[in-house]
């Protein structure tokens, strides 16, 4: 198992909002997070990429070994395409960005500057910065926002890709990516009943 | 059976409730027998003349000003380690008396100073720490209020008491060395052979334990509120979600 | 470390603002100070030291918003906390990128707008000595400054109510440096105890920058 959640419960806002979340994350293998707005998901992520300690429940096997994409790119306007995945790989210890820029079809944009991109063409960029960060498990939190289908297309591929090579993604979207492969996972049945944080609770 | 029972906040308040009534009460006798007895049945000093009857407001409020910020010292410490949360509420209630307390010390002693030095104010190494001190508090009590999230705010301001602690002390020596002053040194000290006399001497002790009761006094009963507070807080958010 | 250090210097100085704005102020303090107290040669000559340390901080003051609060609005500092580097090496090279875009060019701007306030010629090299030695503390304080308020709308000005209390130490010993300097009385006691603030802080307060910045993130 690379990555395992184990009764994992998380808060937003002072409230409980999901509890006793398990599941096993394997290598090769993708798992897609449903649910409805609110439900939790980005926390979720938040949590398993160890932004944010959970209340309660352990996960094991993330320490860097994640990749984590969140709603913004976390672009620089100012440097180009190169520059910033450049810096990111760097960051990682990594030096070739040539792949990631083949895989989400940026080499015509290499010597933008990301501020002029559209926001379909910065997603891209984001994405493509999980290829140089030559990390295992990719943890992805909508990630086909702003992207066409072609570009969906891209995306989906890359992870195939990433799967194949023995890598693992956990993402949460609500578009299907054509990843037969993939197990979904319904956050719903694993709504906190309504309750404040255990915190808190010194105060009822 | 420990002192940390006293950090679940339901005990706090139901501890508080009992003893609270008995702490004013020693608060107003000691503040009104030390005052009266100090500003009525002491004689005047022979240079400074009635002026010198000051101190006993000055120096207990200038004490506490100092002690408040090393409560909070701990109780911020006591938060970082222990996470108990009565230690951070009880924190963020001591900021604004300590903050007071040091206001007070600040007009007192330009009162005094005036006819004393004459001048209100003077860049004074006493009274630069003093300022500097009335900033921290500021500081202190700004970032409680800006920040929503109340474990957030709790720690942040823990690390901030801390940081701010030692750059208070270094702010102490830098005024030191940067001007030597017109005041007077430590009236109060335990080695001295030049201590002020017993006349004054035990009025003043009177008026410093007044101060030390009416700052627990406050503390205990701004906590209760902020407890109360946060109570409420979690109530509403209990209600909003079901 | 080395690619968030030229990242941010890259940045600096293509998004304007970095390596000029701060002089720019800096300028601006020193030439409005004799507008405020008149322009006699010997008042300004007395007073230049000083304005020149107060300057110096006011102006390191006024872009440490930048050092944190431009990556904590486009993600990037959400990314650096996953990345392979620690929390305390992130702050610390922001820091050292502050110092090198706005410290270091007011070090070299001090002797120059020294000339405007009629400083007297043996304090030159003092103020320069002074500033080299005492900015690097201001850069470290102000980081801790920046990532205390990174996570609030307009903190800008509660940082600067955070930070300038911090300030303290550094400007009296700075200024005191230049100061004794100006009237030739021997600065060893000062600067060392500059020193000893500069070293202190870039030793001990990237840690509680960096838990500050924990909790921010989380």
């Known amino acids: 198992m690379v990555l395992s959640v184990r009764d994992l419960a998380v808060t937003r806002g002072g ?8 599941f096993d994350l394997a290598a090769g293998e993708a798992l897609v997070l449903r649910g409805p707005n609110g439900v939790g998901k980005t926390t979720l992520l938040r949590s398993v990429a160890g932004l944010q300690p959970p209340e309660m429940g352990t996960v094991t096997g993330a320490e860097d070994q994640i990749a984590y994409a969140g709603h913004s790119d976390g672009l620089k306007a100012m440097l180009s395409v190169t520059e910033n995945l450049r810096f990111w790989a760097s960051v990682f210890g990594l030096s070739d960005i040539e792949p990631a820029l083949v895989a989400f079809d940026l080499t015509d944009l290499r010597d933008r500057m990301a501020g002029t991109l559209s926001a379909g063409q910065k ?13 295992p498990i990719w943890v992805l939190d909508e990630p086909t926002v702003s992207l066409d289908v072609a570009s969906v297309a891209l995306f989906a ?13 956990l993402m949460a979207t609500h578009i299907d990516l054509g990843l037969t492969e993939a197990t979904v996972v319904d956050l719903t049945p694993f709504k906190a009943a309504p309750r404040t944080r255990s915190m808190d609770e010194a105060f009822l | 059976m420990s002192l940390w029972e006293y950090a679940n906040p339901v005990k706090f308040i139901r501890t508080t409730d009992k003893v609270l009534p008995w702490i004013w009460t020693l608060t107003v006798l000691c503040l009104v027998t030390g005052l009266i007895w100090g500003f009525f ?4 000093d022979f240079r400074q003349g009635s002026t010198v009857k000051i101190i006993y407001i000055h ?3 200038a004490l506490m000003a100092i002690n408040a910020w090393l409560m909070m010292l701990v109780a911020s410490l006591i938060w970082i380690v222990r996470r108990h949360h009565v230690s951070a509420l009880a924190a963020r209630a001591a900021a604004p008396v300590g903050a007071v307390m040091t206001m007070i010390a600040l007009a007192t002693g330009a009162f005094w100073g005036q006819p004393m030095w004459g001048t209100w104010w003077a860049w004074d190494p006493r009274l630069t720490s003093f300022l500097i001190l009335f900033l921290f508090y500021l500081g202190y009590m700004a970032l409680w209020e800006a920040i929503e999230n109340d474990d957030t705010a709790a720690d942040l301001t823990s690390i901030l008491c801390l940081v701010g602690s030692v750059f208070a002390v270094l702010s102490r020596y830098a005024v030191n060395f940067w001007n030597q002053g017109l005041h007077q040194g430590a009236t109060l000290s335990l080695d001295k052979e030049e201590n002020i006399s017993d006349v004054f001497w035990f009025p003043l002790l009177v008026c410093i334990a007044g101060f030390v009761l009416l700052f627990i006094a406050l503390v205990f009963l701004r906590t209760q509120t902020e407890i109360r507070a946060r109570r409420t807080r979690a109530l509403l958010a209990r209600e909003g979600q079901a | 470390m080395r690619a968030l250090l030229l990242r941010d210097l890259r940045l600096a100085i293509r998004a304007g603002g970095g390596f000029g704005l701060g002089l720019a102020f800096f300028l601006i303090v020193t030439v409005l100070v004799p507008f405020g107290v008149g322009p006699q040669t010997e008042l300004l000559s007395r007073i230049a030291p000083g304005i020149l340390w107060i300057g110096a901080l006011l102006a390191c003051l006024l872009s440490l918003d930048r050092i944190l609060a431009l990556d904590w609005e486009d993600g990037s500092l959400d990314l650096l906390a996953t990345a392979p580097l620690p929390m305390e090496g992130i702050v610390t090279v922001k820091a050292f990128a502050h110092w090198i875009t706005t410290g270091l060019p007011l070090v070299l701007a001090a002797p120059v707008l020294g000339v405007l306030l009629s400083l007297p ?4 090299q003092w103020v320069v ?3 080299a030695v005492g900015t690097p503390a201001l850069s470290v304080i102000g980081t801790f400054g920046a990532a205390l308020t990174v996570g609030i709308k307009r903190g800008g000005l509660l940082m600067s109510l955070l930070v300038l209390p911090l300030y303290v130490p550094t400007l009296i010993f700075g200024a005191e440096v230049a100061r004794r300097g100006a009237e030739g009385l021997t600065v060893q006691t000062p600067l060392l105890l500059l ?3 500069s070293f202190g802080v870039i030793a001990l307060l990237p840690f509680a920058s960096a838990a500050v910045l924990r909790i921010n993130l989380r």
Request: charged share 15%; hydrophobic share 45%.
């Open chain 2, 41 to 44: 049945f002491t004689p005047n």
């Open chain 3, 129 to 131: 000595i002074s500033l």
């Open chain 1, 15 to 22: 409230l409980a909002i999901l509890e006793g979340v398990s």
């Open chain 3, 195 to 197: 020193a000893g603030i």
């Open chain 1, 123 to 135: 997603r891209r960029l984001g994405l493509a910065r999980l290829m140089v960060t030559g990390r």
């Open chain 1, 157 to 169: 591929e890359a992870v195939r890709t990433h799967l194949r090579g023995g890598g693992s993604a």
């Open chain 3, 121 to 124: 010629i043996p304090a030159y």
């Open chain 2, 59 to 61: 120096v207990p409020s």
